[in-house]
């Protein structure tokens, strides 16, 4: 089975510095990548996967992540972070389900992201 | 806009009721998934759905049940709540298109069993 460890279970930033949030997994196949973000009393939104396109992947607000396969990362960065930033986000990798082609998701555990003013 | 409802926002119960969550989306997805979430252990899958009336189970799928008699509805059954099964529970659907899974979730429903 793949999982996922996120570095990191709270991070805080000042506001307009870089956000870097640290997920690494481990996976014998080569595996698909997600990023989500969960705001304060919300579900859980993607910011942007990794499909084997490209190894930088642009999601939305901002957020990029970089898919490094020497060093089984695939890190979120965001080069000034915003206020409206701050909430908890979640990286996972797609794990095959053994009955067939649908995979389901391994989620790490969580990083909430604070930014101070 | 992929939506998936949840049919409560907050839910509180007591020990031993039989507990409905329900769970509804709009976009034809074949799969839906029931996660807890929990502080410090992030998301953990309880079941799962590929199809209607088929189910697997998830990581930890003691002390629940799932029923999926339609394609847009996926619903989690306590049978006998516990104090443990208090928790947070996000529902989720997806599409799988050409192996690239994307889960659409719901705004979860925060259960306190007491």
């Known amino acids: 089975a793949q999982s996922v460890t996120q570095l990191g279970s709270h991070v805080s930033v000042s506001e307009g510095a870089l956000v870097l949030l640290r997920c690494n997994y481990s996976?014998?196949?080569?595996?698909?990548l997600f990023w989500y973000v969960q705001y304060p009393n919300q579900g859980l939104q993607l910011l942007l996967k990794?499909?084997?396109?490209?190894?930088l992947v642009k999601g939305i607000n901002g957020f990029e992540a970089e898919f490094k396969k020497s060093e089984t990362s695939f890190h979120l960065t965001k080069p000034s972070a915003h206020m409206r930033d701050a909430a908890e986000y979640f990286c996972a990798v797609s794990d095959m389900w053994s009955g067939g082609s649908n995979y389901k998701l391994t989620f790490g555990k969580g990083t909430l992201l604070t930014v101070n003013p | 806009d992929v939506k998936v409802t949840q049919s409560s926002r907050y839910l509180v119960k007591r020990t031993g009721e039989k507990v409905f969550l329900e769970c509804v989306q709009d976009m034809d997805h074949e799969n839906m998934f029931w996660y807890r979430q929990d502080p410090g252990l992030g998301l953990r899958l309880i079941y799962f759905?590929?199809?209607?009336?088929?189910?697997e189970k998830g990581d930890i799928p003691e002390g629940y049940s799932v029923s999926r008699e339609k394609k847009e509805r996926f619903s989690l059954i306590l049978e006998s709540a516990s104090t443990n099964q208090t928790s947070m529970y996000l529902c989720?659907?997806?599409?799988?298109?050409?192996?690239?899974?994307?889960?659409?979730f719901g705004p979860g429903t925060r259960l306190l069993v007491l």
């Open positions: 990794y499909t084997s396109a490209a190894t």
């Open positions: 759905s590929y199809d209607v009336k088929m189910k």
């Open positions: 989720a659907s997806s599409l799988v298109l050409a192996d690239q899974e994307t889960q659409y």
């Open positions: 996976s014998s196949v080569p595996p698909y």
